[in-house]
Each structure stands twice: as structure tokens, then as C-alpha cells.
């Protein structure tokens, strides 16, 4: 039964679990994101629909986030006068209720991105519907929403009173985005605009009921609804279409009239015909991006899952936005776009959507101007990205976390200032996208660029000391280790990026000799320039430990206190937050391990096998896997190691993630990095995916029972096809 | 990797599901039963170890119930004076808190029947803890019960102090049934004795601790301990064991003194020693009852899952006991055995632990005097078996249910007079086993004896009407419609047992003439008797619409209101609920449909397929499934009907009944039925395992995205193998 492993339930309802299901089951077509809350609400909930690029930093904020947009969600029922809600125990057995919940399943179809929600409804009148709400972002129309509700009459005939709002009256948590709110409401038809407070984004939507008459139309300051009532007898049903548009000042000069054309002709369509353009155009997104395993249903699930949520965000049509570390699935991290991006959500893009990962990266591109400023702000030259990103390309950080809720401490972040590897991580995802594409169009006219302006920031970065380049204060992946001097990983991937550069600028000199000049003297690329990178290669520190052959992750790492960290399983959280702040602090826990994504990042480059295995075993044990991005890298390495046992461990936590919200912050949104991670877990890990000078390659060593792994990469336009079976060694291409 | 399939775990603690882990997770080895509580207790648990046969008639209840034994998992620790708890939040903040669990994981492993505890606890000191807790109760020696703790210190030096107890002070929540409870305390071994109020049944229990110096041992009234103190220093460990033993007079003349010398004498041979002769037996049980389905994780799980919790329940060294339709996980249905047994439980061991179906036969033909009994008090002859049993024997039906608890009203139960089907139900049982097992011994010694002397009832049961035979106030499965006349289960049923019981005759007289005779002068077989059973064949009445060509379910059946139950989707209780007692009595639904459970039981006799199928699209809308034992059949009845979307349905459905706690009552115990029902539905229905002349045959009919079934079964005294692969056609023996 196919459908089993392309679906997700809840069943019954489970109240507990509310912000987890609002962000598991959240819909998308990366245009827009909307977290799957109900049509007529539930108490704190928490909906929210986040469109890409709409950014404002309002007064009250230290940094900018993207805004929740109105509610186009809206829908509320009453039978019989009886409001339907999810209230599902009798409060007082002596009276007759006001509405119980008597059934309740949710299913989100993975293949086509309808979610689905079927409810039994008993009213105070004692009459008993059965509804069916559906709703999908349309995938072949990036504006359009939409969504179906089927009532049924069970038992009585009721009274249905239907009406369908847009609810400007939202806040990011609290925070207050939107200005100039106008509604609309006019024969059928709802609208609402609105402009962002400060950075003055114009966003409209307009929404009209289909199939339902007579409808009355009923203005209103900030939510614009249609009201309609039907009488319906036993078994009799009625359907209703809600069919809704959204454009913004991103799109169109006059989102409003853009808006009402597009609802207007979307109704026509009718929903049948929309959902079915929808439906083969994810159909196509799956063609390219599914990975099947056979012999593990649970990865399976989690892989699809995963791919769901990098799809739904990843914007198809849009080359001046990114993904940000929630995706469009909540409001953690306010958006905001990390390394997360480039190194783990991009990668199967890259491999099975390469015009989306060239988008994503048309983003960094556009931001360059931001870069550079950043690095003059800090005495560098070149391009400098910015830790956290959002529409502007500035450096948008936050300085200090959110004050402690009792002794209104707060603690200094200082990821903006010294996380400084995030330039080389764009680096590395060109150059990955570069080579699996083919796309030397790209890297000629705007991928170039960026890895050569970046090498210029480290090559005015890097200081000379004791006749060794160091690079002093960073933070590493592992960023329980705060302004750390010689990051093995980020020493050792400033190297491996200025070799890149040096190759990159030979090539171009080869085969775009006018790029090559254009970028040599926009970007000053001198002889001694030059010159320095090579002595920088040849000369910058690399922490090793040469009597134990095993790296060192940074500068007296070694000093710190030991704590070894399986003592602690099954711890249920972080052993950071078990050990406090200041105690975490000065010992060798760590978040992640930065040698082991160094290990997947740049492999036989780190070192010998021998030099491998003792990284490992140096940092498995050390570290908390206290970032949602270190398990899948985890799995990646240590199958490519051959450590099935690990390596399986890693894959399940990893696979756990957000299904199984196992970091305990689902609310906040999916783990867009957990999810592309897992993809480059299976087959950069297992499979060992590869380029080899002839192309793709698979060295795989799957987990003993998985029986078959088939999945497609795109190389350089063409779609390949690869199965691994088990026992390996049946690998084709 | 094989583990993934062979266990269940709960991680994080889930304090919600405090009761569903309690059943899920117990333990047992066919002796006695013990729910998955706490060591150390927790607030609203709910321990109890149930021991076969113990039952007990308190004056302040209707009827006699299985008792909760005293509590032999009592270990209580505490860590710097902090006691062990699992409470999982700090509730104020401000305060050091009493203790905080920071980690949590239990793991069932099915294969072994071992419960695993893994805690992280710190105490108030900041002393952490990791705590390892194993249980099993032995299957190589039943009255053996173990637990190893082992404690290893993470942080901090900690002073440990450990008290291990016998805890006698325990009710059956909230009724007494123990009186003259004496303790033993003397050293290192505790012990309790305690005899059962009414019914004067003594149990002994003794413990003692291993590994551990020095020991205190302390005297208590009803909770005998004892306790040692071990202070550890960072890393170190200290691990101990507790072995119990339990023995009752039932086994022996004086349990006390057996349960101390096996207590002493296993704790001599040692926890891994036990461990591993535990483990050698369970192999054994697994080798002979496990099904593997490969394509079906979760199916997998459930139905190892399943066979775990009826092998667990299995009394295999006592003839003298039965499973009650909970087995011994819980206290619903007061450990009561209904037809549950013969009909669900049964097959499964029938066909795979032939032995231990015979011990339950056995229980019932120890059993005749009192079926003999309630016939001559209801004015009947032969034997009328009770519709719930105990250990007397006698009608152990309530006939009351508890007080609503509002209003105080109480319903009248009436299966104890008039679900007579429970007589024929046992006939089934004995002659499946006799023609799987070949047992003709216990046939003529035993079965026979039961299948006609519940044919004599039938034979005075019968009531001539009109010139045919009727059966008026029937209770068939369908329990929604009380007190019907001419159940179409029960007429039909009764023909197959008196048409059974004269070819049994016949045979007896062939095969074994003295027990013929013996049998025909004892039951008083007289030519007269015979012949009228042979009228009661050909003239009974059985319900059918021969203008519709389908079965009736009882006289009037299509007069009472139709209500289509898929209309009621998706539903989260019963139908029947929703509707109130007195619409639901008039209502055309079913809580089970009695003619789907006797195609599921003799199949082609019911008619022709087009019959079958007719009665199929009558009953299947109509029925509710809201008794536990309906999905399982529903499953293998249109599996054998070709309906495979059905099928699986209602296996899936079947699957989740105790795993996902579909009937929302799991806190009262596994649900016996629906767990054999599972093995039938894959054996019987989509393996299609029938007896052929010639011997076992398939004629399978597999949900398609299952690849292979593979399973045991004994015919004859011989195991056979048989596999089935998909596309079905590949089947062997």
C-alpha cells in the first residue's frame, strides 16, 4: 500500500501535541509557508503564513524577522448556532455540551501537499455533521490557495452559518508588523493590504467562497468576511471552495488589483483543476527529489517528510530570497538564513533541483554588496557574509539572547562577530553546485565572484604570527566553544578555500579569460594577492596532535575538563544545560563536532584513515549533539568510515528530529539543516555518492537491513538514476 | 538490524501514558503477570502482579475477581537523601529541587521478555545518577521473578542508600483481599504470607539481595525490607540483584517454605545464569509461534507484540487455569475467562503451543461439574458452561453494572443468563485442537466429554415451535442487541454442535468403543436423544431473506433503525456511545457482526459466496467494532472473501487495538482476543490456513505491499514451515 509510506496522521486529536502537529503538518509552495493551525482557531495556537522576503524590524526588536502575514486561513462554522471547535471532553456531565468533538484525523499527504482534516461534530441541538476541511498552497501557481470544506449532515437538520474571513489582526508573537491595514469586501470578494512598518513591504490578499449561495459580504476594519447559511437535512451535504491569492510589492507594483485578478481567475478555475495542476507538479518534484528505501518504513517516512519540507520552502521562482534555519514553518530564528542554507538544505537541492540551489544562491549573490560592507566594517577587504541574513544582506545577528526569565539575565552572542566560516560555506556550496551542474554560465558570471571575494576577506583576515598564519576568535560549528583561536575547522577550510580560489581563478583564466579579467581588477586581484594566499596555504596553523595523530579542535582544547558524555544517556536533554552555562563553558563537551563535518565536508583531505578513525574516536564520545545539524553529519562520516553501528545511531537520531521532536523546540519551526541532512546522510553517507573525475560515483555500505536504496541526481542537466541493493556491491547508475 | 522490530521503547518518560506503559510494558512467564510500575512507585500507579487461579469473592462485590498479589518489585533508593522519583519538571524555579530526571528511556524487548528501565537522576546534592533497572520473570523456573539494578555514579560522590521490599499492603484498587498477613525478616531474606479473605488461598513470597554488603534486614508488618548503603565516588558503579520467589497453595503445601528455599537457591544459581536458562526458553517459544512478515514493519511489531502477551499469559505448567479476557496485565474483567479463549486466544496456541492449549482445555473439563451445575439450576441438561469463569467454575457474571456516576442508575447485564454461544465456543476449541494436534487421547479421556454433554444442552435447549426449532433470548456476539430470538450465530452454531457431536460419536464408537460406551451410559446418549438432535439439524431455524439472499441476524433485525456507521467517521469512540443506550437498543448497529464471526468459523458451510458476500455488504456498514474481538475477524473473513482493502483495514485497525490504545481503555489490561485474533487474521485469512484432507493447506491472499509471511505450525506433532511471498502463488510448506 503505497499510500502508508507517503502520509503522515494524527489520530485522534491530540490537544498535548498542538504546536508540534502546526508545525509537522504546515503547507507551502515557496512562495509562501502556512503552519497547519485550525480554520476557526484553537486556544494558543499559533498560526501563522510566512511569505519569502517579507522582512521588518520593528523598534522593539534587535533584529529584523520575517512578519506573519493576515490569516487567509480563516473559516468558522456554527451548526445550529453551536460554533465548531476542537473541544473534545464534556465539561459538566449535567449539561448538555456546547459542542463536543466526537471524531478527528488530520493526514497530510506527503506526494501532493494537501493536508486534511475530518471531524464528527456533535452541536448543543444535538444535530451531528461530519466535516472535511482541505487545503493546499498551489504548487503550479505560487499565489494561489487554496481549500475545500464538505459538511455533512449526520444526525438532525441543522442550521449551518459558514463564514470565511482574512484576519490582518495578527502579530509575530506580539509584535506588531503591519501598517495602513485596508480591507476590502465587495460582492463575494475579500481583500486586505497591508505595508510593513518599517521596511515598508506592501503585502494583499484577496479571497473569494466558492460554490455557496446567497453570500453576504461584510466589511470590516481588519477582517473582511463572507457569511453565508445553509439548511441541510439528513445526509444531505454541501461543498464549499475558498479560494485565496496573496501578492506583495516583491511581486508587483499593485498587489491589491494583482491579488483580486488572481482570485478571481483562480475561482474560476475551480478547485478540482487547480488541485490537480498542483498535484502534477509536485508529481515532478518527486520524480527528481524522492529517495525509496526498502527494509527501514520508519526512514522512509522520515525522508519524504524531510524532502517535504525542504520543498514546500525552497523558493522555485524567486532568485532573491533564501531558506531560513525554520524554513517557512514557524517563527524560530526569525527567518533569518544561516550556514544552514548553503551546507545542509542546499546540498540535495543542488543534486535533484538544481534551478532552485541556483536561486538559493543568486541570494547570496545579490547580497554581496552586504558582504563587502561587513568586512570594511571590520577592517577586512573582500566579502565577509553576514552570520544571520535576511532581506538586506546586513549582518542581522542579535547581540544578546532573550533576558533569563527569573533573574532577567541575558548572555552575549557573539555568532555574528566570530562565526566568520559562513563566507567559506558559500564558498563550498558553489563550487558543489558548480561541478555536479555543470553550470558554467553561473559560476562565470556571478559564482566566481563570491568565492573569489570571499578569499579575499581571508586573506586579509588570516595574522601572521610566529611565522605561522592563525586566525584567532572564531566559533566552529561547535559553538559551545565561543572566540576560539585556530578552529581547526575554520583554519583548515580557509585553506582548503584559498586553494579553491587559486584553481577557480586558473580556470577562468582558461576558459573565461574576460571574467577573469573583469574579476581580477574589480576584485584586485594582484600577484601579491595572490602570492599571499599560497603563503597562507602553505602556512597557516592546523591543530594537530602528532604523537596521538589526531587533530586538535582547537588551541588548548585538550586543557578543558573531560565529561564524557555517553555517562550521561538517555539523558532526555542537552548535557550543556545539565552542566550550566559557566561549567559547559570550560569543558571538552561539545555541540557538534567540528572535525567530523570537516571529515564530510573535505574527507581524504583531513587526513589517513588511521588519522580519521582517531578523530572520531576522539569526539564521538565528547560530543552532546546539542545542534540539530550534528547527527546527520555524524551518520555521513562514520558510514564513510565504516562504523555501521554509529552510523545507524546518528541516522536514527537524526531521522528523529522533527518527527519525533527530539530537540523539544518543534514549535519553533522544522530543521531545514536536520532535513537536508538526512538527504546528504543516505547518499553522500550510505551510498557514497561522489565525483569522480569520470562523474558520479557510489561507494556505498548501507545499514544491514536496509535491502535497496534507489534514488535520481542531476549531473551536469542530465537525471541519473542510482540503486544500491544489499549486499552491496549491485550498485548501478 | 533485527532489534528494531523485536522491541518496544518509551523515551522520554510520558507520564500521561503512565497506565498504557503499565499494561504494554508487563512482564509475565504463564505463572503470573506483573504491570510495568515503577520500582520506586509513582502517583497513580497502578502495581499489580496477578497470579493464575487466585481469585477471591469479596462480601462488597457482585463477583469473585484474580487478586492483586503484594508487590514484589518495591526497590526504593535515594541519592544523597534525595529518593529516586521521576518527576520530570522543576517546579520552582527558585529552589534547588528534590531531585530532577534528566533522562528516561524503557525498552520491552519482546524476544527475551525483559523490561529495561535506563534513568539519568540528579539529586538536590547536584549528585547524578545513572540508573539501570532489568526485570523478567523467569520461564525457565515460573516462580522465579528478577531484577538488577545497577547504579553508576556521573557526577558528584554520592552516599546511595537502597531498600528492597516485599510490599504486602496492597488491595485490588481499593478491596481488601488479603487477611492474616505474616512477614519474615531474618538475615537477608524477607518474605510475606498472606492468605485470600473468602476464598482461603495462601501465597508466599521471599526476596533476597545479591551483591550487596552490608545488608540490614528489617522487620515491618506488611512491608518487610531490607537495606544497604554504598557511598561511590565519580565513575564507579555498584550493581545488585533481586531475586524473588512466589509460591502459592496451589502449588504446594506450604508456600512459605518453598518460596524461601527457591528464593535462597536462585539467588545461589545467579541473575545471568537465570537470565540466560530464561532466554534458552523464550528462543524455544519464539522458534514455534513468531510470524514474519517482511513489507510491514509496523504489522511486525504488532503481531510479535501480540504473541509476546499471550505467551506471557500462557499457563504452560498448570491444566487447571485459564487466560482471562485481559490475561494478566490488568484488573478489567476481574481476570474473568469469557469465550475470548477458545475462540481468539486459543488458535494461536492451538497451532503453535499445542501443550499449553491443552492445559486450557483442561481447565474446562475440570470445569463440567459446574457447566453441569448451572444447566440443572436454569432447568436444563448436560452441560451449560458459565459465560464468565473463574476458578469455581460457576456463573461469575455480574449482573449489574457498576452505578452510573451520576445519577446512580445501573444497567442490567444479562450475558451471564443468555449468551449461551460459550458452550459451542469450547465444543470449537476442542475439536480444532484434536484435529490440528491428533491428540486422541485427550479427546477420548477429555474433549469428548465436553463437545456432548454441551450437545445434550443444546438438545434440551432447543425449543420446538411451529414445527420448527427456535432459540429465544440469545445474546450472539453482536452484545448491542440483548435477549433476540433466533440469533443467527447461535441457531447456526448449535446445528455445527450437534452435527459435530454425532459424527464424533460415530467416530468414538470406530476408534475408541469403551469410551463410547463409557460416555453413552454416562451422558445418556440414548437412541431417542440422538434423533432428536438429528431433528434439531434439519428443522432449526436460521434466519435468512431469501429474496435478498443474505443472512438475518435475529428475528425482526431490519424492523429497528438503520444508521450507517461509516457516516459516524472518524469517529474516536464507539458508535454506540454516541448514540445513548435506548437509540442504540434500536438501532440496526453492531458492536460485532455475529454472522461475519461465523463465516470467520465455518466459513463455506454458511453458503455460497454469493451469500457470503451479500451478508457481507449488509453487516460490514452497520457494525461498529465496538468490542475489541470484531476487527481482527472482520479482517480475516474479507480477506477470505477477496476484499482486500477491507482486509487490511481491519487489520490495521486490529493492529493499533492495544498498541495504540484504540478502545481507549488499555489501562484495564491487553486485550486477549484481539491479540489472537491478529495471528488468525494472518494465518487464517490472508495466509488462508486450512485443514484439507489431505492435511494443511494455504490459499493465500496477501495485502500487496506485504512481500513474504513466514510461520510454524504443529499438525500432528510435526512442525511444518510454511511461506508465503508476494505475488502470492509461491506459497510452501
Known sequence: MKRRLWQLNEYPFHPEKLLYYETIFAIGNGYLGTRATFEEGYPDDSPSTLVHGIFDHAPSMQVPELVGAPNWLDIKITVDGTPLRMITEILDMLKPPEGLLLGFRRTLELDRALLRREVLFRAASGATVRVVF?????????????????????????????????????????????????????????????????????????????????????????????????????????????????????????????????????????????????????????????????????????????????????????????????????????????????????????????????NLLMYRYKRLAGARRKARANGYEGAMFPWESTDTGEETTPQWSDPHPIDGTRIRIWTGEHEQHISTDIAYAILQYWRWSGDDEFLMKYGAEIVLDTAVFWGSRAEEKNGRYELSQQIGPDEYHENVDNSVFTNRMTIWHLVEALNLLAWLQKHAPTDAERLTAALDLTPARLAKWQDIINRMVVPFDTEKQRHIQFDGFFDLEYIPVPNYEPRVGGVWPMLGHQRALGSQVLKQADIVMLMALIGDQVGSRAIMLNNWHTYYPRTDHGSSLSPAMHAWVAARLGLMDEAEYMFDHAAGIDLEDNKGNIRDGIHGAASGGLWQAVVFGFCGLHLAETGPKLDPRLPPHWKRVKFNVYYRGERREFVVENPVGVARA
Open 134 to 358: 482541505e487545503r493546499f498552497a498551489s504548487l503550479a501557481d505560487v499565489h494561489v490557495l487554496c481549500q475545500r470544506v464538505r459538511i455533512v449532515v449526520v444526525e438532525g437538520t441543522p442550521e449551518i452559518v459558514v463564514e470565511s474571513g482574512i484576519d490582518a489582526d495578527v502579530t509575530n508573537n506580539g509584535v506588531a508588523h503591519w501598517k495602513n491595514i485596508q480591507t476590502h469586501a465587495a460582492d463575494g470578494l475579500i481583500g486586505v493590504t497591508a505595508t510593513t512598518q518599517q521596511s515598508g513591504y506592501t503585502l494583499s490578499m484577496a479571497s473569494c467562497l466558492n460554490r455557496v449561495s446567497p453570500l453576504e459580504t461584510i466589511a470590516h476594519d481588519t477582517r473582511p468576511h463572507v457569511r453565508t447559511l445553509v439548511n441541510l437535512g439528513q445526509n444531505q451535504e454541501v461543498v464549499f471552495d475558498k479560494i485565496t491569492s496573496v501578492y506583495t510589492s516583491r511581486d508587483t507594483v499593485d498587489p491589491a488589483q494583482a491579488a483580486q485578478n488572481s482570485a478571481h481567475a483562480a475561482a474560476q478555475t475551480g478547485y478540482d483543476a487547480l488541485l490537480q495542476a498542483h498535484t502534477d507538479e509536485w508529481a515532478a518534484y518527486w520524480r527528481d527529489t524522492d529517495i525509496e528505501i526498502e527494509g527501514d518504513e520508519r526512514s522512509q517516512v522520515a525522508l519524504r517528510f524531510t524532502a517535504y519540507h525542504i520543498l514546500i520552502a525552497a523558493p522555485r521562482h524567486d532568485d532573491d530570497v533564501s531558506i531560513g534555519a525554520k524554513t517557512l514553518s514557524g517563527y524560530g530564528y526569525k527567518g533569518h538564513v544561516f550556514w544552514d542554507t548553503e551546507l545542509f538544505i542546499l546540498p540535495p537541492l543542488t543534486l535533484s533541483q538544481p534551478k532552485i540551489a541556483r
